[in-house]
């Protein structure tokens, strides 16, 4: 395995379900972000962990719930979507030293739609 | 509010021209500039870095930043079809990206 592999590819979900989407890095890194991307928007941050630690939380709906239980897995739960949270949710990682972060790489993204 | 600006496009460039593609930010303090490139489809792909003022060459990217006029680019010489894809500048801002919404670049044979 190499880089950043992010599970499901695609997920078709009613907005009264729960799922998980799940994010594994290979690449030694120690910050993993969640991005959520819609057509024609810039990419939204959503949430980061630096270190094991949520540094940020942007606004982001309770619906949606971040975990991270390791410097390599990332997961978001979702329940009760609604339709407006279809997107491409996208999975980062990066290295933090000195306070100071390199250059993100992503995975593959999810392409969640809601109905 | 920390913002990246790009021109959404479609910009049309001849397969073997030159494409060059333009960016502003807003913070002054930013330190780390890249450049991606995101096919259809697919996620965001790390082209360039680039942290001082000039350019900085890799193959046929070249990647020009300008602190001052707040500005930076990316030159892709001897473009190919496969070039066609969208180009997200990204600025960083400590652990933050701050993502402009991309240009989309069509490479004609």
């Known amino acids: 395995e190499t880089g950043v592999t992010q599970t499901p590819r695609h997920l078709v979900m009613g907005m009264t379900n729960k799922k998980s989407l799940k994010c594994e890095q290979h690449l030694g890194h120690n910050a993993m972000y969640w991005y959520k991307q819609s057509a024609k928007k810039p990419l939204e941050l959503m949430f980061v962990?630096?270190?094991?630690?949520?540094?940020e939380n942007n606004s982001v709906p309770s619906r949606f719930s971040p975990e991270c239980p390791n410097s390599s897995h990332l997961f978001l739960h979702l329940h009760t979507l609604q339709p407006e949270d279809s997107a491409l949710y996208l999975c980062?990682?990066?290295?933090?030293?000195?306070?100071?972060?390199?250059?993100?790489?992503f995975g593959q993204g999810t392409r969640l739609t809601v109905v | 509010q920390k913002e990246v600006e790009q021109n959404s496009g479609p910009l049309s460039v001849p397969e073997g021209a030159i494409a060059s593609l333009n960016c502003t930010y807003s913070?002054?303090?930013?330190?780390?500039f890249f450049w991606y490139r995101q096919y259809s489809g697919k996620s965001p792909e790390l082209i360039m870095s680039i942290y001082s003022n000039g350019d900085k060459e890799d193959g046929r990217f070249t990647a020009q930043l300008n602190k001052a006029s707040q500005y930076v680019s990316l030159l892709i010489r001897d473009s190919q079809p496969s070039d066609s894809a969208t180009y997200l500048c990204a600025v960083r801002n400590n652990y933050q990206l701050i993502w402009g919404a991309g240009t989309k670049l069509i490479i004609k044979p």
């Open positions: 980062a990682s990066s290295q933090v030293f000195g306070g100071r972060y390199t250059e993100a790489f």
């Open positions: 913070d002054r303090v930013s330190q780390s």
């Open positions: 962990y630096s270190l094991e630690e949520r540094i």
